[in-house]
């Protein structure tokens, strides 16, 4: 296939989706990591096209969500500084911190804008020497590589006012800590397409090998979410535990080792928090101390800050794929996309937020879900 429509194609989709029913003998537990692969099956109601043996959990794959409550409430107290302009990617700004969100922040007068690119921030610090120029740097190993090259060339440049307030998470080492839980469900995982473009697919096989759990790296449309899960179950029904490679328009084994290159030059690994789940070995980047001064938690001596996240919220389970969002007493009640609660109703590839706009909470007056301008999901695959 060649062109995007034809990976949304309705008779593809039914054909694969036919093929898994014919090849399934029993119950399988199947995740997939990617909050984009998340709303893409909730928009298009993959789960319901394929049959009732195949369950579909959802990962921790979505960095607005996972990023501990302690680094939001860091980036309010810096945006909230006289002569800072805080730049951050747009989903950010409604994610709650303790008590405040980068929107309130704004509202009080705080310098908050929304940027694209970490390398608006740095064409910010140039063209403002007077000001602090702080980007906040959310994201998995995909958006990494850009991060750090901003950081990379302010130093470059000489910026003296350009700093990269960074939470990086890593899947590898959160996919163990799910996959060695004595909860865990996750027979087979779909694997992101995008993180393995930038990483390759080696780390997998050592996941895959370790957990005899078969892996298919997946991409973000209908069609490869559907002939994902198909490759997991004809891996299951074999027995077989090996990584398969559905995004190979993308990714290579070895990945994009010019980003890989830059990543080692700025970050080293390091123990992550993840919000709701909790420290992880070794599952994220912090800047390297040659790159110090450009790192905003050492830069605005934030230091330790200790954040709650509101008792409702069961987000950890759901990002564990223990959990769906309606499980969640909260859910469309307490917490909806105007007041949310936890991170995954605000975020675009939130779960929770998936699960409420292609209307999970209330399954439609006639059980028709309702997805992009309330067509049927049958008139949009
Ligand atoms: S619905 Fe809201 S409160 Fe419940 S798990 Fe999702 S984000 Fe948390």
New binding site residues.
């Given amino acids: 296939m060649k062109y995007i429509d034809e990976y949304r194609d309705a008779g593809v989709a039914k054909g694969i989706a036919q093929a898994v029913r014919a090849r399934v003998t029993r119950p399988w537990v199947l995740m997939e990591i990617c909050g984009g692969q998340t709303h893409t099956i909730m928009r298009y109601g993959l789960d319901e096209m394929l049959p009732p043996e195949i369950e579909l959990v959802h990962g921790p794959g979505c960095p607005v969500c996972v990023a501990p409550l302690e680094i939001i409430d860091k980036a309010l107290a810096i945006a909230a500084r006289p002569g800072v302009i805080f730049v951050s990617y747009g989903d950010m700004l409604r994610v709650p911190g303790s008590h405040s969100d980068l929107f309130r922040v704004k509202a009080a007068g705080g310098d908050v804008r929304i940027a694209y690119s970490p390398m608006d921030a740095v064409r910010l610090a140039r063209e403002n020497p007077s000001r602090q120029v702080v980007f906040f740097g959310i994201g998995f190993e995909t958006t990494a590589p850009a991060n750090a090259m901003s950081v990379w060339q302010a130093k470059r440049e000489g910026l003296r006012n350009f700093s990269l307030l960074a939470a990086h998470v890593l899947v590898p080492p959160a996919m163990r800590t799910i996959l060695a839980s004595p909860s865990n469900r996750v027979q087979g995982l779909i694997a992101p397409g995008h993180v393995c473009t930038v990483m390759g697919t080696r780390e997998y096989e050592d996941l895959s090998r370790d957990f005899h759990l078969p892996i298919a790296i997946g991409g973000f449309e209908p069609v490869d979410l559907l002939e994902s899960v198909r490759m997991l179950v004809v891996q299951l029904e074999e027995g077989r535990a090996e990584v398969e490679n559905q995004y190979a328009r993308s990714v290579t084994r070895e990945g994009n080792v010019p980003a890989q290159r830059i990543l080692e030059q700025v970050y080293e690994v390091c123990d992550q928090q993840w919000r709701g789940i909790g420290a992880i070995p070794m599952s994220g980047y912090k800047l390297r101390p040659e790159f110090a001064e450009y790192d905003a938690d050492l830069v605005y001596g934030t230091g330790e800050i200790t954040a709650h996240e509101?008792e409702?919220?069961?987000?950890a389970l759901?990002l564990q794929g223990l959990k769906k969002?309606v499980d969640?007493a909260?859910?469309g009640t307490?917490?909806t996309p105007e007041r949310?609660?936890?991170?995954?109703?605000v975020s675009s590839e939130g779960v929770?937020a998936a699960y409420y706009a292609y209307r999970r909470h209330d399954g439609g007056q006639d059980g028709i879900r309702r997805p992009v301008g309330n067509r049927p999901v049958r008139e949009v695959l």
């Fill in positions: 509101p409702e919220c069961i987000s759901v969002p969640c909260a859910f307490l917490c949310p609660l936890g991170a995954p109703m929770c």
